[in-house]
């Protein structure tokens, strides 16, 4: 059974950090990219970033650009999002995903989410 299980939300003031993980597990994720979606109250869900598996492919949503940087530990299935800079705006809840091939536009596989909240 695959599994995507995702760590490291909580509450944070404004212009700090956190750092997202996301673990993988239940089957073998070469050649899958990985990244992150997020979603607000009364909000569509929204792309936030992603890396292929080789990390050739590395994409972020503008909003983000500057702010998160994503990267993964392939021989631990893992996936990490740092967030630095935090605005109220970024508070959501936080997916993880995975899909087939460079980027996560149709994902394959998701997880429960986590809690990011940014207090102003």
């Known amino acids: 059974q695959v599994q995507l299980v995702e760590s490291g939300g909580g509450l944070v003031q404004a212009g700090g950090s956190l750092r997202l993980s996301c673990a993988a597990s239940?089957?073998?994720?070469?050649?899958?990219?990985m990244g992150w979606f997020r979603q607000a109250p009364g909000k569509e869900r929204e792309f936030v970033a992603s890396?292929?598996?080789?990390?050739?492919?590395?994409y972020y949503a503008d909003s983000v650009k500057g702010r998160f940087t994503i990267s993964r530990d392939n021989a631990k299935n893992t996936v990490y999002l740092q967030m630095n800079s935090l605005k109220p705006e970024d508070t959501a809840v936080y997916y993880c995903?995975?899909?087939?091939?460079?980027?996560?536009?149709?994902?394959?596989?998701w997880g429960q989410g986590t809690q990011v909240t940014v207090s102003s």
């Open positions: 995903a995975a899909a087939a091939g460079q980027g996560i536009n149709k994902p394959d596989y």
């Open positions: 239940g089957r073998a994720f070469s050649g899958y990219a």
């Open positions: 890396r292929s598996w080789g990390g050739t492919t590395i």
